[in-house]
């Protein structure tokens, strides 16, 4: 079986891999647990300046990606049965329900943009998958890009190692995690709470789902909802 692999299209391909290539995730591309290409898509301009870029239709400030560079840069990637996706403020908000599925597949082709933004034609003309890494505005798609890596290869077994669950985190069963304590027992007068070092596994479950719901029903109510639901 061929190991998970992103494509990323961008104009910066030396901010790449970064982060991406350390501690454990770089552990794992070191050991081809999953692979990382990085396309420039300057490649793809027109002309002697590999132009990729031009002014908004309509008028308006900035500059917009051409959609024919864009499906240049597009068409020459393989796709191998992995999503198209182009990282955009107007998009879906990345979910961990969706890092989840993007994980369990063969990897993802991730568009980044730069300025104002892509032309219009080329996200249609490509059915292009627009995913939004939250209701904010970077100055590009790469650090979406990597987010949504990151996110996704720390799901692939054999990435974190045995230690780590990533079946009792936030919003795996759809609500936020339980507090963590570790040792001094003591801090400024704060002790661990009881019920942690008792040894009653039992108890602590109980105390750890307890306090998941009560964050959760505070923090975010939008979760919270979804979650009575769910146990309905
Ligand atoms: N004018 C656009 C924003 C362009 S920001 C608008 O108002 O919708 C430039 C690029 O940054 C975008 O093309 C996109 O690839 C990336 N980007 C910005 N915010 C993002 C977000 N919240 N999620 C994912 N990508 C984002």
């Not at 794992?28 to 300057?42: G, P």
């Not at 990282?87 to 980044?112: E, H």
Request: proline fraction near 6%; charged fraction near 25%; aromatic fraction near 6%.
């Amino acid at each position: 079986m061929s190991s998970w692999s992103a494509t990323v299209l961008t104009l910066f391909p030396e901010m790449f891999p970064g982060p991406l290539g350390l501690s454990l995730l770089g552990k794992a591309l070191a050991n081809d647990l999953w692979s990382l290409e990085v396309r420039d898509i300057r490649k793809h301009g027109l002309g002697k300046h590999r132009t990729v870029d031009d002014t908004p239709a309509g008028g308006g400030p900035g500059m917009v990606m051409r959609a024919d560079v864009a499906a240049a840069a597009i068409d020459a990637v393989p796709r191998n049965g992995r999503p198209l996706i182009y990282l955009s403020p107007r998009g879906k908000p990345l979910t961990q329900a969706r890092v989840r599925d993007l994980a369990s597949g063969p990897g993802a082709v991730l568009l980044c943009g730069r300025f104002e933004g892509l032309d219009q034609r080329v996200i249609e003309a490509r059915q292009i998958e627009e995913v939004s890494l939250g209701d904010f505005v970077l100055a590009g798609g790469e650090i979406a890009a990597m987010a949504l890596i990151e996110a996704s290869v720390r799901l692939i077994s054999g990435v974190l190692g045995d230690h780590a669950s990533t079946e009792e985190e936030s919003f795996a069963a759809g609500l936020l995690e339980y507090p963590q304590f570790t040792r001094p027992q003591s801090f400024e007068d704060r002790p661990i709470p009881d019920v942690l070092t008792n040894g009653n596994h039992k108890e602590i479950s109980k105390w750890r789902r307890a306090r998941a719901e009560a964050l959760t029903k505070e923090r975010r109510p939008d979760l919270w909802t979804l979650y009575e639901k769910a146990k309905r």
